[in-house]
């Protein structure tokens, strides 16, 4: 391989390139079988909580600690362990799935024939043969294919899920080149790029060496087979392998999901740092209260305890480090080694639950909700904005042709036939000539006598410009059979990566202009049955910069023609002649019945002007530098001086329940921004239609801004009316344009009026604008949580900047799924996601955050006070094996059920009163009051574990009744068992959702720890060095004064929170609480459940009503009617308070009550 | 509004989905389950706290808790105890000039006595603990200062003891037995109780020495060495005694069941105490007759052989004459504790009941009426 420049790769075709082997196995995946033990111990080590616990653990095994190395030790082994398992067992799904990839067997082309072997050998330059339905083993450039002309299909179904085929193409001078021998002669070489992750751009280019004559050809995506891809349609093709192994584009675009991190875990590490300063502080004032006690010699050493040589002669600053040292070892547990990894356990486990849920499987799709990370579940119960694209999101993205406006004459279609606006099918026949065509034309065989010129050189335009393929090819794939089974007259299947092209495309066939085939050089149309065949010159393909596409066609009698159809923004400018203007009002009025445009133009060359184009296309096709700039340059060159003949009105459908999710996530305090490439008034239409806008609101525009002064301007103008009229709510229309002007220099001006409209629309935006948008609100002083959902490409760059991106499986292509962190079939499932699932994973992970911090303060600080009464000397309150087990056997179960099933309200609940979801907002559960709520009550619980325990034996009393006494260890023990008892059932409170699972751990992790006590002090340990526990907790447990301060501790502990509980629950309620007693009485939740018995009163005082209420709960009428009345309630109490204005108006809540009415 | 029709569709899917799985598995679908685990369906009690289920815990709490409190704190109230400070700081005490010469190896060991007298007679057993205060057996350098597997026998370890012993590890180059700093500092005074009858005559009161340490320490964690020879300073040959103790450990008590590391008074020592003040139980006097009290009222006298020394460190030496009940010795904490929860549950019971009684009922009408 010889390098000509340094991003220019240079390949000599047909030969063996020496490069290193195991350069080319794709290893995305992290690990092998060899390194993933030390690769995944400094993975695991790189995290600050596990590096802690590796310093800790060092430390205890260089100095005398107090703990032995065990304590910190196992439980870290045990966290690392459970993640390499896990993450191992990620790594070995993709091993898998890659082997599968790495080991097919492959042929190559080498010394002249062909030899069989595997992918992961195939070397840069090789030439590949690859058979119809294999995939490619290697990005490999086209060379030939069993085709005259070169060409080949593919799917890239496993690389972007687009399912449609696609024509990629060989250079005319290697498509001849159809056998092994041919290519044997082949003198070829061919430069690319360096690899890069863009599936869609490949630059490179092709010099043939041809008879001694050098011909240069540029290669891009188009003749790029990648890897992955899978060939269709085409028996055999050549190809030669230009990028291998980890370079390939596929492996490229395996990069690890960009790091998300979600609130709670930003929550959680200000936890941990609070705990690192806790611990540092319980450290150094220990270190110094040791040194003011030993300073007398009396108790530093006494006469009974002296110390070692050792000790008397090491260094006095030495010793100090020793010290701290020590008892930050003796502390280290109130930083909770296991809370990494149960967290990590519960967002894995409990991300299943999406996937799994009925609610959110298409049936008509066949999709279940799919989860990509698990990272951000408890970020669904955050998201303060959601940005939505519309089309695919809100809409079916299920194109269909409706309208056409035809030199100024706007056409309808009624049942396959092209019918003048103003005349509906019922007219009678032949009123209008234009009907009278419209009818007869389907008879009409032999020219397009019933079209005027005008319309059908409209139709042709539609119908040849367009990169729609047809899966000609009769008896392959599914889609045939299913298509002759159901005997559905379409002889032929169009696939357009576009369902805008399709449509139009099924529309023009059905008035009679059938686009027939593409055989890369010629395109073949049947107007009325009389077959047509265009010679395809060139293709300007779409991009979103420019919107637009074209095509250069030769027409039969010779002539060059542009066919370009797009934005109408992108078109009109370029217009020189056709009815403008009656068009640009069709135009307009097609939008506002929310109908997507399409503006299609042509323009004529003369044979002087088609050379040019032509040079100029070539030059910039093969250029090497700066080749996109270049043929943006030409595009915008050639799609000029158009000739308008048309628009048409595409219309899409709204997906059900679009409007009822809205409301939903609006009352949920969720403000919803709509993001879409669409013109302005389609997608004002769309948005009124989908009850983003409603009628009530004040439309503030934002649109058509040409300076940034005029913007400016308008913004002020928008923020004075908004602060005028305050009792109404607002919606604002931004467009592309002004949006780039606003943010440029007024983005504070534009986020105030923003945060005070209720609703956003922002329409033509360019993806990237999208990404910046949320980029904006994301950054903006509050910090909101952001959740983008879109289904397309263009949506990627917001799906990936949100917090939380979700993916629409759409049509058009897998990309956004891809790249999402959760994927959906349809926006209505965005309502359970959130409000449901959101709410549960965020109540149950931040309990779970703060019980671990909370059971391990109780853990630690027993500690901490038995220092002042043990000189301290480090002494340990309990034995070693406690320590250890504490957090990894006795209490990290029941948290981890709960974490994984707790309910606090019954899903219906919080779907159908979303304001719930206000309940958590702003990561309400770990702010600083709860959490400081926690702590207290962690330290509280351990003063009066640690001084129940020490009033009670400390008095120097005997506990037993055969008069003897117990020693330090009982004394551990006995706050040991009050703490595992009383942090058990402290959670057992936080509960509200008991399964059998819950009642399984939580009883079993406190008899647990009673039968492992009794196991553990029973036996004399053969390898211990110390009994220190033998028969200690038998003889606790023989003393019935120890049962008693048990009891009397734990209710001591638990009673307080009870009361609190309870007093709030009654005089401050949250909602939430609120919910979950009205919850008690729908007939299904009551059934299954204690609560409808216990529900609100108690004693015997209420038993009357209890009874009556019990007959009743399952009287319909009553339900009923219950709902009613709970509904036009929350109307009241909720839709005021969505948008800034205090004060809701009348009429709004009318509305609603009108509604809620009508729902029932 | 929307919402609410909204989950009612829902829910119609929901029960649709549920007659569908077992039909339309023949075509493999990516359906999820319609299980109960899988829908988070699973059958569940949701309790939910309110005044209405609080309550009545809270009067079964309370009514339950006072009477316990009150029992306990009646049975630890039935409890005699008597504690005698003999330390001897003070030079009125008796044991002043014992405790002012300060040596482990007095030849002739210091005794002094101190007199008491009991208003109340003691009834059944009577336990006789020593208390020291101010020494902190619970010190970590102390605790871990002992070798397990020599107390129990270990032949290996007795001639090779743990490093955890030191500095009382060996002495002149011989293991000592038993090692370590708790084994060393065994507490040394020796007791003895005399009943001063009133016609003047004192007559010791026979204190029995086994059965003061926990049977399994006793039998199983500490065991003599067993060699070739029964006889037991064959066995201790070639170890050290601790360096503060005046005889070596084979010679602790004639009784060949009470000596060498199964002396119950070694063992009660090495049970190292949780607090700097504690007390190990010494000898039980045992109720030799039905009708006559233990320890009858009246005068008597305490004998002490002053061998420990605690001015060094201002420790305090106790001897505690206590009764027991089934929860052991006087302790009114427990009693109280109950008496104070149990008062506290049933008064906030109340306070609860009227604040249910004039918030609950409205707050509950409210969501119904609102």
Redesign the interface.
Known sequence: MECTADTVALLWMGRQLPLSPGHFTVSCFYYTIWNFIPKNLFEQFRRIANFYFLIIFLVQLMIDT?TSPVTSGLPLFFVITVTAIKQGYEDWLRHKADNEVNGAPVFVVRSGSLVQTRSKNVRVGDIVRVAKDETFPADLVLLSSDRAEGTCHITTASLDGETNLKTHFAVPETAVSQTVSKLESLQAVVECQQPEADLYRFVGRITVSLQGEEIVRPLGPENLLLRGARLKNTKEIFGVAVYTGMESKMALNYKCKSQKRSAVEKSMNTFLIIYLGILLLEAVLSTILKYAWQSER??DE?????????EKNSSKILQFISDFLAFLVLYNFIIPISLYVTVEMQKFLGS??I?????L?H?ES???AQVNTSDLNEELGQVEYVFTDKTGTLTENEMQFRECSINGVKFQEINGKLVPEGVTDDSPDGYMPHLVRVLLHQTCTLSSCFFTGEEELFLKAVSLCHTVQINYDQTDGPRDTFLQANGVSDPVEYYASSPDEKALVEATRRMGVTFVGNNGENMEIKTFGRSEKYKLLHVLEFDANRRRMSVILQTPSGEKVLFTKGAESSIFPHARSGEVDKTRVHVDEFALKGLRTLVVACRRFSAGEYEEVDRRLHEARTALQQREERLAEVFSFIERDLELLGATGVEDRLQE?V???I??LR?AGIKVWVLTGDKHETAVSVSLSC?HFHRTMNILELVQQKSDSECAEQLRRLARRIREDHVIQHGLVVDGTSLSLALRQHERLFMEVCRSCSAVLCCRMAPLQKAKVVRLIKTSPEKPITLAIGDGANDVSMIQEANVGIGIMGKEGRQAVRNSDYAIARF?FL??LLLVHGH?YYIRIATLVQYFFYKNVCFITPQFLYQF???F????LYDSVYLTLYNICFTSLPVLVYSL?E?LVH??VL????ALYRDISKNALLSFKPFLYWTLQGFSHAFVFFF?S???????????????????????TLVFTVMVITVTLKLA?ET???????HFVTWGSIAFYFIFSLFYGGI?WPFL????M??VF??LLS???AW??II?VV??CL?PD??K???Y???R?TSTQ?S???E?YPGT?CL????CF??????FA?LGRLVERTMSRCDLARVTS??V???T?E???FIPSVGTPPNPTPFLVLS?VR??SM?? | ???????A???D??HS?ALGPAGGAAVR??????TAF???R???????????????AFFI?GLL?IP?GIG?YVTSNNIRELQIDYTGTESSSPCFACSQNYSWNMTTPCVCSVSFSLDQPFES?V?M?Y?LSN???????????????QL?GNLNSLKEP?K?C???RTNDGKPIAPCG?IA??LFNDTLALYYNDPNGTETQIQLVKR????W??KH??FRNPVGDDSNLTAIFQGTAKPV?WQKPVYELDSDPENNGFINEDLI?WM???????????YR?IEKNSSTSPTLPRGNYTLKITYNY?VR???GRKRMIL?T????????P??GI??IT?GS??FF?GVV?LI??HK??SR??SA????
Not at chain 1, 1025 to 1028: A, I, K, L, S
Request: charged fraction near 15%; proline fraction near 5%.
């Open positions: 107090p009396k108790w006494p006469f009974y305890n002296e110390k070692t040589e050792q299943f639950f996937g799994w849920d009925l609610d499987y049936v066949d999709q279940k329940k409007q009822e999710t409301e939903a009352l009850g209505k309502a359970k549960f009464f043990c000189l000397s480090q002494q340990t099933f309910q899903p219906h779907q159908s009163k979303p129940g020490y009033i009670l034996m400390g008095e120097d009393t005997s506990l037993m009744g055969n008069g003897q006494m117990f020693g330090n260890w009982t004394f551990g409170l509200h959702y008991w399964t059998w699972m819950n004399i060095h110390t009994q220190d033998y028969f038998v003889q003393s019935g004064s008693f301060a009397i209710v001591t009673f009870v009361v509980k309870v007093l629950r009654h005089l309620p609120k979950q007693v009205i008690a939740s299954d459940s204690a609560c216990s529900e609100g009163k108690s004693g209420w219950l709902y009345i709970f509904y309630s109307q009241h109490l609603a509604n809620s729902q029932w | 509004v929307m919402a609410s029709g909204y989950s569709k829902e829910e899917g929901h989905g679908s990516r359906k999820p389950d319609n899988k829908q988070q699973l059958p569940a009690w949701q309790p939910i706290l309110t005044a209405g289920t609080v309550l009545p709490i808790f316990i306990l057993n336990f603990y208390g020494f902190y057996q619970n010190h970590r350098r102390y605790v871990k200062s002992r070798d397990d597997s129990n743990s955890e030191e500095p009382y700093a060393n500092s059965g003061i340490a926990w399994t320490d199983v964690k503060n009660v049970r190292t105490a949780a607090l700097p003040t504690f007390r190990k139980l039980i020394p060094s460190f201002e206590s027991i009940s089934w929860m052991g010795g006087k302790n904490f427990l504790a109950y929860v506290i549950c906030l609860l604040i249910h918030y609950g707050s509950s969501d119904l009426t609102h």
